[in-house]
């Protein structure tokens, strides 16, 4: 099937599908050491090949046909009417992006996982998505935050994996091909059949470093799919950068709830900001797996020892079947039980930003 036919960030796994054995053996497999080498060249052409697969890095199954079978039967993939009422309140306040220099780190929310990260000097677009429309899903329901010819020039783009809705091909042709581009081991052939020139891609814990600031990949509970045939063929995962002052910003891509967290702050402390997404959750039987729910960002937040949490991956694309403010609700109700500062719950509309102080 060709790029153009495939479906965006197909449903995902499911809790019940599989047996406890199963699902534990590959959490426990995902678990072991992964081979790294610390840091890495630029733009290296891996001598070695990737693994035809990284299905072992998953920590919970690929669905069955039996969850297939259900999904189908139920049908809840989208919100009801009462749930897609509210899509003209979703917070869009589009403004100008600020003033930075080198040592300001800021952030802005362009919508879904779409952030222009100002760090270090560098403008950095995470999983860019421009489209009006990603192939398999309704067209977003709030407009791109920051147009693109507002934007600086671009030093640098993160990808998180290879799903439709955050791998966005007709977004990255607006690129200079020389753009240096981080991607996800198994990504950078795609990258580079597109005529992108300056393609770096790691393995999870690897990371290499452009103007003085540190890209690091890590792991994420999640997959990578974008035809019939290439199943875990790429990895996914989250970034962590850091500037020369040690301000770290972690971007944790597409993910569900698990270990990985608590790793990551291990290897990172002193993390300044999480951008973690909050939607795409529900049912959440079928989603848990791979989706945070709101509540379990919020743990994530703190076990990853993140100071402050900006919210993502929820009110621009209808992807599940939670009402559409839902995910900003419980994310402030969550935060609130957590005892953790408001100020520090960077829940932001579309199109906004904040610098870190």
């Not at 952030?115 to 067209?139: H, N």
């Not at 990985?260 to 997404?277: S, T």
């Amino acid at each position: 099937m060709t790029e153009q036919t495939e479906l965006t960030d197909p449903p995902e796994r499911s809790a019940g599908r599989a047996s406890q054995g199963r699902v534990s053996d590959l959490a426990e497999r995902s678990r072991q050491p992964v081979r790294s080498s610390g840091t890495r060249p630029l733009c290296e052409l891996r001598t070695t090949s990737w693994p035809r697969t990284f299905a072992d890095r998953l920590t919970a199954p690929l669905p069955g046909v039996r969850a297939l079978a259900r999904l189908a039967r139920e049908g809840a993939m989208r919100p009801g009417r009462e749930g897609l009422r509210d899509i003209a309140r979703l917070p869009f306040e589009p403004g100008p992006l600020p003033a930075v220099d080198a040592s300001t780190v800021a952030v802005t929310w362009a919508g879904h996982a779409s952030w222009v990260v100002r760090v270090g000097g560098l403008t950095v677009l995470t999983d860019p998505v421009w489209s009006r429309k990603i192939l398999g899903t309704p067209a977003r329901v709030t407009p791109v935050g920051v147009r693109w010819a507002d934007l600086p020039p671009v030093d640098a783009v993160v990808i998180s994996h290879n799903h439709y809705d955050h791998l966005d091909a007709p977004t990255l042709k607006r690129l200079p091909r020389e753009t240096p581009l981080f991607v996800p081991a198994g990504v950078a052939r795609w990258c580079r059949r597109r005529g992108f020139t300056h393609v770096t891609e790691l393995d999870w814990w690897e990371g290499t470093e452009l103007n003085g600031v540190r890209f690091d990949f890590v792991p994420a509970h999640h997959w990578s799919k974008r035809s019939l045939i290439d199943t875990c063929r790429t990895l996914w995962g989250g970034w962590v950068l850091t500037d020369r002052h040690g301000r770290r910003v972690y971007f944790a891509g597409d993910t569900g709830y698990g270990h990985w967290f608590r790793e990551i702050g291990d290897r990172h402390p002193g993390l300044d900001l999480a951008l973690l997404p909050i939607g795409a959750y529900d049912p959440r039987w079928w989603l848990r797996d791979v989706h945070l729910d709101p509540e379990e960002a919020v743990r994530a937040c703190t076990d990853v020892g993140a100071r402050r949490m900006a919210p993502m991956h929820w009110g621009t694309f209808v992807l599940s079947a939670e009402p559409v403010l839902e995910p900003l609700t419980r994310v402030r109700a969550a935060w609130d039980r957590a005892g953790r500062p408001r100020e520090e719950l960077w829940d932001l509309p579309v199109g906004s930003s904040r610098v870190l102080t």
